[in-house]
């Protein structure tokens, strides 16, 4: 069984997905904490991606390594992000 938790510690930086109605919507995210079978991460009651797990709490989260620095982003057209 793959230990998820070693893998997020060493790899904390990740892209979480989430559902927005019809469409899939990512963000880069900060893995937090694990507790049991339970993976935590921080947002704020009033961002959009707070309402979208809400809604519907599965989510994919895709993590990168440390030295990675750019991010590419296709949802609404390609954009480049500097880590």
Known sequence: ?????????????????????????????????????????CTGSQKPVYAQLRRNPHVSFCTYPPEKIEAFSFAEGPKSYTL
């Open 1 to 41: 069984m793959l230990d998820y938790q070693s893998v997020l510690r060493a790899n904390p930086n990740g892209v979480l997905a989430t559902r927005d109605g019809e469409k899939v919507t990512t963000r880069v995210f900060q893995y937090l904490f694990a507790d049991g079978n339970r993976v935590y991460f």
